[in-house]
């Protein structure tokens, strides 16, 4: 079966997500840095990573696989309130980074936009049918053939 446009669209916006996500982490960890004058932010690695990862699995998404479809739709929803409840930090960043804190806010903005459509398109009804029929069904050898018919004869 070929890939549905919702699945497309799903893949496009996570990856989409995906990346603004990390260049929000950058400019974070940059801006950060300039604020207390080194390097301070291992809570930036680890975004960038799960960022990194959301992309993969976006990727074995579109390719059929129900389990990345499932686990991206769980990373996504995270990441989208997670993006939501940081909004509630805005007046902070504002008042500590200035300027940064718009480009962060546009991010954050952007990233709950991207995340949100690709939840919503990864349980259309053309994605249900495309993953039902991309995933593996029993098989022709179904049930498999016992085990040694004359065991110790």
Known sequence: MPTPK????????????????????????????GYYGM????????????????????????????????????LTGLGALLALIALFSVGLVFTILGGFGVLMLIF?????????GSLFFLFQSDANAYFKSASP???????????PQHFGS
């Open 39 to 74: 390097f301070t932010d291992g809570f930036g690695i680890v975004g960038i990573l799960l960022s990194a990862g959301v992309f993969v699995i976006a990727v074995m998404m579109r390719n059929g696989a129900e389990w990345a479809r499932i686990t991206l739709a769980v």
């Open 137 to 147: 069904g029993p098989g022709p050898g179904y049930p498999p053939p016992g085990g």
């Open 108 to 116: 954050m903005l952007a990233e709950i936009a991207a995340f949100g």
């Open 6 to 33: 919702s699945v497309k669209w799903a893949f496009l916006l996570a990856a989409t997500g995906a990346v603004i996500t990390i260049a929000y982490y950058l400019i974070q960890m940059i801006a950060w840095a």
